[in-house]
């Protein structure tokens, strides 16, 4: 999945909160404008933490899928949630295992207890984190939930229709509390994207959901939403207790001219038919800002359509954008490797490995085998492997193959 707006990365920030809050809340008087900053719960598989402005309402978000398997990383929409002085409470995941956890229980317990001291709670959440956040609204005590591209489930007992994240669902012991919807729910997702719709669907049927489609966002909904000021308002008038849904969509279309990732979802869905109209709106995107998955994806399709000489700064201005980016990384080494320098593409994907599991280790390790295929001189046997490929992302058993495979993934 693409980083998301609100994944910064606060290092050290829950061991501060332990030194100037060790013995539990603080009360703050009325009035000071201090933060207060509390660590609730630590395991090796969670983080609890509340940031406090003495509010009526709090925020309690639970973290998406993540490369970055730091628990002291900043909680979900941590910043924006600080900027407009809205109490948080932030469930900080390390693994992806879509809070399967021994002691997400206990985790649990510790969110509802603070929720006990506002009049109101609200849980929040993207994707993996959407998922949380409807699954665990009603143990928090919350009345609404915000979620967006959310699963109803990703347990392969369950849907077994769903093939994104197989390897880190193989590695994933699902024992899920009965879903009991919150009294309201506001679910924001693209329609197009069939598998998110059809986690909607299953969410719908279970009742108290408001659907809010968001076509041509992909997955997840979050960066056009971010990027229009959308999500900003429906928070914000969420928590006021006055927001219309059609709003969002009416936002949408006044500011989506300033958002680049409408323009890098409509590339993708163009590049493989219309290539020179995805280059146009990938020039696009760039234009608004030059992020790492705007350069590579440029780079990617200029290789593609055999300008590697254009290809090469931009690849390169992509890893110095963010050097821990692994797509970028795998688009330079497919770049080295069609250019003919096939050690230093070797290396690249190496670079890209670090911090990776699941899904795209999976990736990367399947594009080291068939480098190295090539690089000894075993085409036929690569293209055997490609066919291969082929047939399983076509086939009914795709999900359980991936599963099996994710199992032995290292």
Known sequence: ??????????????????????????????????????????????????????????????????????????????????????????????????????????????????????????TYGSSMGGYAALRYATPCRADTVI??????????????????????????????????????????????????SRHVDAIERAGRTIRIPVPYAGHPVGAL?????????????IVAGDFDPRDVMAQVRRERRVSQHRYYVLARRASKRRPALAEKLLAAAAAIEPESHILSAQAVLLDRLGRSEEAAPLHRAAIRRTPHNSLAWMGYAGHLEKTGDRAQAAQALRSAVPGQSGSMLLRIRTMQLRMWLRRHHLSAIDRLFGRIIGWIERSPYQAAILRRVGLRLR
């Open 147 to 196: 979620a967006v591209s959310p699963q109803h489930t990703v347990d392969p007992r369950l849907c077994p229709w769903e093939t994104r994240w197989q390897p880190d669902v193989a590695n994933t012991a699902f024992e899920e509390l009965p879903y009991v919807p919150a009294p309201t729910q506001y679910v924001f997702y693209d329609p197009r994207v069939k598998l998110d």
């Open 1 to 122: 999945m693409p980083p998301t707006p609100e994944t910064a990365h606060a290092p050290h920030a829950s061991a501060i909160a332990r030194l100037a809050f060790p013995h539990g809340y603080v009360t703050l008087p009325t009035g000071t404008g201090a933060v207060l900053h509390q660590e609730l719960y630590r395991s090796d598989n969670l983080v609890v933490r509340r940031v406090g402005f003495r509010g009526g309402t709090v925020i309690i978000t639970f973290g998406s899928y993540t490369n970055v398997p730091d628990l002291d990383r900043a909680g979900f929409g941590e910043e924006f949630l600080r900027r407009g002085r809205i109490d948080a409470i932030h469930v900080i995941n390390r693994y992806n295992r879509w809070y399967q956890h021994p002691d997400t229980r206990e985790a649990v317990a510790a969110v509802a207890a603070a929720a006990r001291r506002y009049d109101r709670a609200i």
């Open 225 to 237: 939403l971010v990027e229009t000021g959308a999500l900003q308002s429906a928070i914000r008038a």
